[in-house]
C-alpha cells in the first residue's frame, strides 16, 4: 500500500485520488475551496482544506513522507508552480503536475516536477491513435493478475532489439504487438528494433507493469 497525497480535487485531481484510493493506497486530497474538500470527505483516507502555496501548510504535511505528490491545479499556472516548487523544496519524492499549456508545461519541469502530465492533449493524441488504427484497446484484464496494455515505448528503448531490451527476463513483460503509425506488428521477432513514436502491445501482471512505468520514468 502506499500513501499519495492530490491537491486540487476538480474533476482531474478527483478522479486520481478516487482511482488511487479503489485501488487500495491511502490517498490525502487538498484543495482550498471547502465544498470541494467537503465532496471527498466520505471518499478519500483524509482530506484537509488549505492553500497548497503556503509554504508553512506544505511543511505540517509532511510531504517527504508521500510516495508521490499530484498537483492537480491546471488553471491557476502562479499557483500550480509554486506549489510544485515548494514540494521539491521540501523533499517531496516524485511530484507530478498537471499543466493546462505548453509553456506551464515547461515551467513545471524548470521547478523539478518529476513528471508533467497534459491531459487534454495526451488524451487528444491517444484518441487520434485509436481512430487511425482502427483498435479500441486501451488496457484489456484478463483475470485478476494479468493484464493487455498498450504504452507508448519509452525513449530508453529507441533503437534497441526486443532481445537486447530482454522485456520478458527483466521485468516479465511479453511484447505482443508493435504498433507503428499505420503498421502493426503482431508478434515481432527477437530483432524488432523499437523506434520513437512506436507504441507496445504488452502483457503482463500489475508489478512487471510497475517495472514498465518505472522504466518511462527514467
Ligand atoms: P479540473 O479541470 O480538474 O476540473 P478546475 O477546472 O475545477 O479543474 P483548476 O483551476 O484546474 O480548476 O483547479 C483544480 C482545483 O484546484 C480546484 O478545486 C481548486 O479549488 C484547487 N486549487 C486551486 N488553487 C489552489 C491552491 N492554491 N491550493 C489548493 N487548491 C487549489
Known sequence: MKLFAVIGLGRFGSSVARTLESLGHQVLGIDRNPARVAQMRHELTDVRQLDATDEEHLRELGVANFDAV???????????????????????AWVVAKASSPIHAKLLTKVGADKVIQPEWEMGCR??????SGTALDSLELGPDYRVLEVAAAPVMFGRS??????RARLGLNVMAIKRGED???????????QAGDFLVVMGDAGSLRRLNEMERD
Open 184 to 194: 502493426v506488428i503482431v508478434n515481432p521477432g527477437p530483432d524488432e528494433v523499437i
Open 162 to 167: 526486443l532481445r537486447d531490451l530482454n522485456l
Open 127 to 132: 484518441v487520434a491513435h485509436h481512430l487511425l
Open 70 to 92: 499530484v498537483v492537480a491545479i491546471g488553471h491557476n499556472l502562479a499557483a500550480s508552480v509554486l506549489c510544485t516548487l515548494l514540494l521539491k523544496e521540501l523533499g517531496a
